[in-house]
């Protein structure tokens, strides 16, 4: 725990912290010692769960409503960690559109260009620089099984999952020569109010999102990426490493349609 906290102390800024794996991971960097700030859109659940966290002993929170989506929220991260040694960043949040790629808008694809791989990009540059100058740091970018390969209905999401995969890899190798540990945490079905949201049609095992949470802390600084539970693991690399592309494509699509066909 200490050495956590000094490694990625004192403050962690939580990108889409109001709910599910986010609130999660704002209860475990409390439990670490670590100050947190918690960032969404919803100003109601996250001083909620600010409220919670600060009655902890010596637990210090502070929430900043946003949305991630905006073209300047680079400038918006500024101003909400001005002042304070930010350590850990955590970039959870993301806009998934479900269903046929052509029955949705286009503005609405593009959201998750804007909230899924703008504001990664963003905020890890902004905080990592600062990071980098110390000689010290994280950053963790939630990711999916989905990122491994092309996901039928879910597309466009799957993409910028990729895209976190690939940062995340590139950042891993590259800050990490200058002492900041960067993860990509490859999640499989969890089970949170986003998940719920999806209304999936089949039951699929899903997982803890405190589990998932504390297996991406423990991997943190030990590799770029990690897929949390033994069952996701397997399909990560049967999908992603053994079989052919379209295969894995094939299988991925069966699967989505049979959630959300
Ligand atoms: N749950 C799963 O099965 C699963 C599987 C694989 C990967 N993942 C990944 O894990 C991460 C978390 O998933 P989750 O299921 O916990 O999601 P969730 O329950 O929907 O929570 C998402 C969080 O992000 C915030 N958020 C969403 N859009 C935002 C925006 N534009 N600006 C600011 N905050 C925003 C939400 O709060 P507000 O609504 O208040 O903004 C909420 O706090 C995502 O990156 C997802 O891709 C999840």
């Known amino acids: 725990m200490t050495a956590f906290l000094e490694r990625y102390g004192?403050?962690?800024?939580?990108?889409?912290?109001?709910?599910?794996?986010?609130?999660?991971?704002?209860?475990?960097?409390?439990?670490?010692?670590?100050?947190?700030?918690?960032?969404?859109?919803?100003?109601?659940?996250?001083?909620?769960?600010?409220?919670?966290?600060?009655?902890?002993?010596?637990?210090?929170?502070?929430?900043?409503?946003?949305?991630?989506?905006?073209?300047?929220?680079?400038?918006?991260?500024?101003?909400?960690?001005?002042?304070?040694?930010?350590?850990?960043l955590v970039y959870n949040a993301a806009h998934s559109v479900i269903g046929p790629f052509l029955d949705h808008p286009l503005e609405e694809q593009l959201r998750v260009i804007d909230v899924n791989c703008r504001g990664p990009l963003a905020l890890a540059h902004r905080l990592g620089t600062q990071m980098a100058r110390r000689g010290r740091g994280g950053i963790v970018l939630m990711t999916s099984l989905a990122a491994s390969q092309g996901s039928p209905l879910i597309a466009s999401y799957a993409a910028s999952k990729?895209?976190?995969?690939?940062?995340?890899?590139?950042?891993?190798?590259?800050?990490?020569?200058?002492g900041v540990d960067v993860l990509a945490c490859r999640a499989g079905a969890t089970d949170t109010p986003g998940y719920a949201s999806s209304r999936p049609k089949a039951t699929v095992p899903l997982?803890?999102?405190?589990?998932?949470?504390?297996?991406?802390?423990?991997?943190?600084?030990?590799?770029?990426?990690?897929?949390?539970?033994?069952?996701?693991?397997?399909?990560?690399?049967?999908?992603?490493?053994?079989?052919?592309?379209?295969?894995?494509v094939r299988i991925m699509g069966r699967a989505t349609r049979r959630l959300y066909g």
């Not at 990729?162 to 200058?178: I, K, P, S």
């Not at 949390?228 to 999908?239: D, H, K, M, R, T």
């Open 10 to 88: 004192p403050w962690a800024l939580v990108a889409g912290a109001s709910a599910g794996l986010g609130e999660a991971f704002a209860r475990a960097l409390v439990a670490r010692g670590l100050r947190v700030v918690l960032v969404a859109r919803r100003s109601g659940p996250l001083e909620a769960l600010a409220s919670e966290l600060r009655a902890r002993p010596g637990a210090e929170v502070r929430t900043a409503a946003l949305d991630l989506a905006r073209p300047d929220v680079a400038e918006e991260a500024d101003r909400i960690v001005q002042g304070l040694e930010v350590g850990l």
């Open 207 to 248: 997982q803890d999102p405190a589990r998932v949470v504390e297996a991406t802390l423990r991997a943190l600084g030990r590799g770029p990426s990690l897929v949390p539970g033994g069952f996701n693991a397997f399909s990560a690399f049967l999908l992603g490493r053994l079989l052919p592309r379209r295969t894995a």
């Open 162 to 178: 990729a895209f976190n995969l690939v940062l995340a890899e590139g950042l891993w190798d590259e800050l990490g020569l200058r």
